[in-house]
C-alpha cells in the first residue's frame, strides 16, 4: 500500500514509519518545510508532501493516490488551550474530510489515554469506556476520536489510545531519566499512583496491525500497553538501575509546590508566546492517581503483543539517550 502519514518526522511517528517501510508499504510523509527528516531520509521506500493538518489547502495533493492514512501528528503541549483544538481536534477533520473526498480506503487515528481519562478506582481502564477527560489536551483528543468515528461508514477507521509512550528518541519522557541523573526523583507524594506504559516500538507496530488487520470492523478503538500495572516508584527504581544511579532525594513534592511552579511556567509560557508542558491543567492530570488502561482488545482483535516492559525498556533508552549526547 501507498499510505500517507503524518507525524513522521516525530518520536513515535518515525517508528511507524521505519515499521511501514519494512513490510514493504511506500510511506508518504507529510512534512512541513522545516520539520526534521534526519531519520525519515534513511527509511526506505519514503517520499515527501509539503504540508501540515492545519492547512487544508496542502492536504488534498498529500492524500492523492494513496490507500491509507496513518495520523500520528499532534500537540501535547499549547501556548493556550484553543491551541489543542486547532491542531488535534480541526486538523484531524481537515485530514479526514481530505481522505474521504479523495476516496482513502483505510483511516488509523493515534490518539491517546488522556481522551478517556482516568481510572477511579485503579482498575484498568478498557477500551468501552465512558470517555471523561480531565484536560484540554484529552478534550481535544476525544473530539478527534469523536470525528473519526463519525466517518466509519464512508472509510474504514481505527482508533489506537496509547498511555505513556516512551523509548529512545523522545524528548518528553527524557525529563525523567535526566532528573535521576541529577539527583531528584521526579514524583509527587509518595510514589504510589499506579500507570500504564507502552514502549515506543511496540506501540508503532500496534499501529502497523490496525492498519492492515483484516475481518475487523469500522469504528473500533483499542488501548495498547505493555500488559503490565506500574507504581511510580517502583517505576523510578528501574530508572535509578538503568543509569547506576540512586536519586538523593527522594522524597514527593507537595501538590502545593507543584502548583505554584506550573503558575510559574505557565506565566512564563505567556510573556514568551511558547508552549510550556507543566501548566496548571497539566498540574489536574498530575493529581489523578491511577492512569492505566487494558490492552486486552488489541491483543484479541489485531493480533498484537507487545515484545519490551518497562524495565528493559528503560534500559533501551538509556543506552540511546547515552550514545546520542541526550544524557
Known amino acids: 500500500m501507498k499510505v500517507l502519514l503524518t507525524g513522521g518526522s516525530g518520536f513515535l511517528g518515525s517508528f511507524v514509519a521505519e515499521q511501514l517501510s519494512a513490510e514493504g508499504h511506500v510511506v508518504r510523509a507529510l512534512v512541513r518545510p522545516h520539520s526534521a527528516r534526519k531519520i525519515l531520509d534513511k527509511v526506505a521506500r519514503v517520499e515527501f508532501a509539503p504540508g501540515a493538518i492545519e492547512d487544508r489547502a496542502s492536504l488534498g495533493a498529500a492524500v492523492d493516490g494513496v490507500d491509507a492514512v496513518v495520523h500520528v501528528a499532534g500537540i501535547v503541549k499549547a501556548r493556550r488551550p484553543a491551541d489543542f483544538f486547532e ?48 484536560t484540554h489536551y484529552g478534550r481535544s483528543k476525544l473530539e478527534a476520536e469523536r470525528a473519526v468515528l463519525a466517518a466509519k461508514d464512508r472509510l474504514h477507521v481505527t482508533v489506537v489510545r496509547p498511555p505513556l509512550i516512551y523509548g529512545p528518541r523522545d524528548r518528553e519522557t527524557l525529563a525523567f531519566f535526566t532528573s535521576v541523573r541529577n539527583g531528584v526523583l521526579p514524583m509527587t507524594g509518595d510514589g504510589s499512583n499506579t500507570l500504564s506504559v507502552v514502549y515506543v516500538a511496540d506501540c508503532a507496530s500496534a499501529v502497523v496491525r490496525a492498519l492492515g488487520a483484516r475481518g475487523v470492523p469500522s469504528g ?103 550514545a546520542e549526547g541526550w544524557l
Open 87 to 134: 491542531v488535534n481536534t480541526q486538523g484531524t477533520k481537515n485530514l479526514l474530510e481530505a481522505a474521504v473526498r479523495h476516496g482513502v480506503g483505510r483511516f488509523v487515528y493515534v490518539s491517546s489515554l488522556a481522551a478517556v481519562g482516568p481510572s477511579m478506582d485503579g482498575t484498568p481502564v478498557p477500551d468501552e469506556a465512558e470517555p471523561k477527560p480531565v
Open 220 to 322: 473500533r478503538t483499542y488501548f495498547v500497553d505493555d500488559g503490565t500495572v506500574y507504581v511510580w516508584r517502583d517505576a523510578l527504581a528501574e530508572i535509578e538501575s538503568a543509569l547506576g544511579r540512586r536519586a538523593l532525594v527522594r522524597f514527593g513534592m507537595p501538590m502545593g509546590v507543584v502548583k505554584v511552579a506550573a503558575a510559574a511556567t505557565q506565566l512564563w509560557g505567556k510573556m514568551t508566546n511558547t508552549a510550556q508542558m507543566l501548566t496548571l491543567d497539566k498540574v489536574h492530570e498530575l493529581t489523578q492517581p491511577h492512569w492505566v488502561c487494558s490492552g486486552a482488545g488489541a491483543r484479541r482483535d489485531l493480533g498484537w503483543e507487545p515484545r519490551v516492559r518497562w524495565a528493559q525498556g528503560v534500559q533501551e533508552a538509556v543506552r540511546w539517550y547515552r
